[in-house]
């Protein structure tokens, strides 16, 4: 790695108790750019990657609403983490990161210790989305915001479910946007949600649900996209106590109840895996990720079945996963529908390019609203290597070609930077600019790339 190596055990202590909750601010080590060097040889790695986002978000906020005192094992400690664990903290929660970088969390049965309040979310849509009808269980007013890319996400379709429950929340500034003013009381009965831009909405209402006083029916009107995170939600509910009914294919049923706290282990992060499993699919090497295998919540995971179709070996198996790249280096290229597992479209058209033939992906247009409009960024990222990449409203056309070296703009967005860093495994001079944008997941993503080279 050129410049400083950031997120490396020496320079940034991970998980260390105190205040800052385990996430350091490590931005300022982070250079500018950071140049991947090829890898000499093929990787041949057993890794471990932190746990799973979405499983730590949704359970640091259950764990605030449960009765009991809940220990968080093995959790992201990231960007994302902490901006939602500084807002339980700002709300009165006690959260706390302890020895071994486990996080603990004293629920407040049903209520939020603090009346009113502030709070921030950065630009985790997790956070964003899942607070606003945690806050309803306070007195209220809460005011809720985010940084200016947050101000642009859509959030209307959230505060319009919840409102159809009772639920009394308003926009701050411009109408259907951050910052929200969210008060007090949560009815239940019955709301129609709409889903097509972001899972968050539904899991977010889902989330809240039980602290209602009547019951909850959700019926999802339209396209519900990122299904899997659904699938999510419901399980870390479950482990907490709280069971969701499914009366019919599109509706969800939710009973008024107090969430119990749990010791709950977080499973690894399938979408932080996924650039693992690309390196070995791109080099024709072997890697094994331990802990996230069969029995996995997240969909992400079958972001393996698309590097199986490509050619690699997969093994999903009960306690890891492994990928190996296929020998002959011939990566075959797929036409694939990425609805279900988007994060990883990224991952995949970093791939694209080395291909025997032109890649496909569909059904993502839901991620035009994410951390920037990917579709877009990927194209245009592509097209700077010397690779000819056709955008259409819903997904993008990859056509292999020569890899030209290219400094990538990376638009905040972690999983950009993280998935053009693979192209730099195999092409020398693949700059990364503004490389701190990866600890909104996984803060020590280079030391972690680098050390499959054997470093
Ligand atoms: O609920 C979650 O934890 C997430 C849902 C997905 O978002 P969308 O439903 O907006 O696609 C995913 O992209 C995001 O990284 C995490
Ligand atoms: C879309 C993502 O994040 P968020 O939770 O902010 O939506 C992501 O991590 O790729």
Redesign the pocket.
């Given at each position: 790695m050129s410049g400083t190596t950031p997120g490396g055990p020496a320079g940034v202590p991970l998980g260390v108790p105190g205040r800052d909750f385990g996430v350091k601010d490590v931005r300022g080590e982070f250079p500018e750019r950071i140049e991947v060097p090829p890898l000499e040889r093929p990787p041949d790695a057993t890794v471990r990657v932190p746990g799973s986002?979405s499983v730590t978000n949704r359970a640091l906020v259950i764990a605030a609403l449960a009765e009991g005192r809940t220990t968080l094992l093995n959790p992201l400690l990231s960007d994302?983490s902490f901006w939602l664990m500084k807002s339980l903290s700002d709300l009165g929660f006690p959260v706390e990161v302890v020895e071994g970088g486990h996080v603990t969390v004293g629920g407040g049965a049903g209520k939020i210790p603090r009346p009113s309040g502030e709070v921030f979310v950065g630009?985790?849509?997790?956070a964003?989305r899942f607070l606003p009808g945690a806050l309803t269980l306070g007195e209220g007013p809460y005011r809720i915001d985010g940084v200016p890319r947050m101000r642009e996400r859509p959030i209307s379709d959230l505060v319009d479910a919840l409102g159809q429950l009772g639920a009394r929340i308003e926009y701050a500034g411009e109408e259907g946007r951050f910052p929200l003013v969210v008060r007090g009381g949560l009815r239940g009965g019955r709301a129609v949600v709409r889903s097509a831009k972001?899972s968050?909405f539904l899991s977010g209402v889902l989330i809240s649900a039980p602290a209602a006083r009547e019951p909850v029916t959700l019926a999802v009107e339209g396209d519900l996209v990122s299904k899997p995170y659904v699938g999510i939600t419901t399980a870390v509910m479950r482990a907490f106590g709280v069971e969701v009914g499914r009366p019919s294919e599109g509706e969800f049923y939710v009973e008024p109840a107090t969430y119990r706290a749990t010791d709950y282990a977080v499973e690894p992060d399938a979408?932080g895996a996924s650039y693992f499993f690309a390196a070995a699919a791109l080099t024709g090497g072997r890697v094994r990720v331990e802990g996230l295998g069969q029995g996995s919540s997240q969909g992400d995971l079958r972001f393996t079945e698309v590097l199986r179709r490509m050619g690699c070996s997969v093994e999903v198996a009960e306690g890891y996963t492994e990928v190996r790249g296929p020998e002959n280096g011939d990566l075959k290229g797929v036409a694939v529908d990425m609805n279900e597992i988007s994060?990883t479209f990224i991952t995949l058209a970093a791939l694209a390019p080395f291909a025997s033939s032109p890649t496909t992906i569909t059904g993502i247009e839901h991620?035009r609203y994410?951390?920037t409009d990917r579709i877009h960024a990927v194209a245009t990222e592509l097209e700077r290597l010397g690779v000819e990449a056709r955008e259409s409203r819903d997904g993008i056309h990859i056509i292999p070609g020569p890899v030209r070296a290219a400094e990538i703009e990376t638009y905040e967005d972690?999983?950009i930077a993280m998935s053009f860093a693979l192209v730099g495994l195999v092409r020398p001079g693949i700059g990364i600019k503004d490389p701190a944008c990866v600890t909104?997941?996984l803060p020590d993503y280079f030391r972690r790339l680098a050390a499959l080279g054997g470093g």
């Open positions: 986002k994302d630009n985790a849509g997790t964003a972001s968050q979408s994060d991620t994410q951390e972690h999983r909104k997941t």
